[in-house]
Every structure is written in C-alpha cells, then in structure tokens.
C-alpha cells in the first residue's frame, strides 16, 4: 500500500518521519561536460560540405602500368565539350547535343538532362565500359566542367579523363 | 493616504526583537533561489547531438574563400588531405601563397605549364618524400586538389592541370559543393 507516505506510524513510543522518495541529482556537472562539449564541437563543426570528383589528367604526368594487364575490349568513349554543346562518341557512333542556348549573362546553357540520359544508354548498353574522355574547350568554364563530370559518374562511368581540345 | 493592514504596530525598535518571535516584523525572502536547470540540459543536449552530426574527422581540409564559388555535384567523394591549388578569378594560390595572376596567364596563353606552381608542387613533392623516405610501403598517390571558381575558364584550370602533372601530381580532385547523397539517390531512381 502506498499511500501511508508522509503519515506519521502511531504507537512505539515515537513519531518517525518515512524517507521522502524524491531524490535530487546534481546536475551541475552535467551541464560542466555539456558546456565544454558544446565549445569543443562548435570549434571543430566543419560547415561547409565540399566533396570531390577524381579525375586523371590525359597524357601528362600519370605512372607507367607496372603489372601486365589483361587486354581488355576497349571501346573509345569521348565527350567534347564546347559552346555549340556536346558531342559524344562511342566507338564509330556519334551523338550531339546541342546546348541549350545563353542564359541571361550571356554563359552557355548545356543540356545536362540530355547528357545524362545519353551516357545512361551508353552504360546500360556497355555496362563493363567505366571511363570516358572528357574534352573541354578553352572558353568551357569550370562549373560546367565539373556539372559534365558529375553526369558521367552519375551514370556509372567513373574513370574520367579531362584533355584539352 | 496608505491602506494599512489592521493589526499589531509596534515601535521600529521593536520589529526585530527576538523576545516576540521575530514575528512581528516583515519575513525576508530567502536568498538562495532555486534555479529550474532541466530546460538548460535539454537544450544543451539537443546542440551536442547537432554539433555531433556536423563533425567531420577529416577537419575542414579546403577553406571556402570569398573570391572562389565552387560549383554544385552530387556525385562527389569524401575530400582528402593533399595540396591545394585555389583559383579565383584573379589569381593561383597554393596554401596562401600567390603563384600567378589569372591576367597573367591569359596573356602568355602559348606556354603550357606555370613555372611558379611547378616549383611550389615540386617542394611539396620533396617534402613528402622526406617525410616517407623511412617507408617504403607507402606509395605516392599524386593527389592534388583543385579549388576554382565557376567561372574560371578551362584554358586556366587545363594549364593548372599540366604544372600538376609535371609536377608529379597525376590524380586531380575537382573540388565542388556537395549538395547530398539524398538528392542524388533520388535523381538517379528517376
């Protein structure tokens, strides 16, 4: 029975007093840990989100294949980047897409939807094919270089190679 | 006049006797004021659980600058700890140094490479060679970062590109803005 809490016991020569039930917890030290925490972590927060996209450069640097690897079916993927658009080349097929005109400060619009369903194609056709060549003009400016490489991982071609035209 | 509370008004000198009770005069509030500290904990736990999400081990490895907007990508991978090359639109900068003018560049467009930036990725090289001469099973990845602007032409970043390679930094990381693997997985299931 609960309910004699508090209610002092009658009889036995003396009036005793029950333990009250509620405890209290220290939470200074609590709050001590939570605070330095808080400190250490606002100090460390990395706010940003900045990611990469692995690419290799064409020709120009890259170490000699030490092992002998087995010859494989190589099929010449390229994509040329340019201001009239982009042309992909798939061994003797060819496929433009032409962008999608200047936008308002006058910077070339490239059709990223186009090329993703492109190169979706190209890799459920060839689902072994993992690289392509990626060949940007001079005046391709860096966004749209890296929105292009984004497709083509995005797609499943993950060993991407940026030349100059 | 005031509205005063019948009753026993003894003399100033009075009030506080202890012989009466001390209860004549006026009860003082007790100092000690119980502060309700269970919201403060709550809310200070809600912040670490925050802050825990945004914690990155790898720590903030390229510094977004106010001259440099990265592009947006949703395919990116985890940033590594390599050598930075930033390029804005005025300038190529490897850890705060300032290697060449972007005017510069555009100007002597016959040349290739970019002599500044060779040398200074070649320290780089140097130094880490140093650093794992004692081990020769670690292999040198040539990983370099590049940190441009959207707006910087390919003409630039391909010059960038070729010092780097010459350099002996063959692996380049484009840097851009991750705007999450959430986005992404739901574009690619379209």
Known sequence: MGGGGGVPEQGGGGKRKKKALDAVINVVPAIDLLSCCITFLLYTAVWTQISRLQVQQLGTGAPEPTEAQPPQKALAVTLAVGERGMALSVGDAAYEIPSLGRGGDGAVTQDLKGLSTRLRAVKSEYPDQASIIVSAEDTVPYGDLVHVIDACLAAGLVQVSVTGV | ????????????????????????????????????????????????????????????????????????????????????????????????????????????????????????????????????????????????????????????????????????????????????????????EK
């Open chain 2, 1 to 188: 006049m005031a509205i005063i509370q019948p009753g026993k008004r003894p003399a100033k000198r009075f009030e506080k006797s202890r012989i009466l009770g001390g209860k004549i005069g006026h009860g003082r509030k007790a100092t000690n004021a119980e502060l309700n500290v269970v919201p403060m904990v709550d809310m200070m736990t809600m912040l670490v659980i925050f802050l825990l999400q945004q914690f990155s081990a790898t720590g903030e490895v390229l510094y977004m600058q106010k001259d440099i907007r990265l592009p947006d990508a949703r395919h990116g991978q985890m940033i590594e700890q390599a050598p930075v090359v930033a390029i804005s639109s005025d300038q190529v900068v490897v850890a705060g140094q300032k290697l060449a003018d972007v005017a510069d560049l555009d100007r002597d467009a016959g040349y290739l490479n970019i002599p500044a930036l060779e040398e200074r990725l070649r320290e780089e090289k140097k130094r880490w060679d140093f650093i794992h001469q004692s081990d020769p099973g670690t292999k040198w990845d040539g990983i370099v970062n590049i940190q441009a602007d959207q707006k910087v032409p390919f003409r630039i970043v391909k010059r960038v590109m070729y010092s780097c390679g010459v350099a002996g930094y063959f692996n380049l990381n484009f840097a851009a803005l991750d705007i999450g693997s959430g986005a992404a997985a739901a574009s690619a």
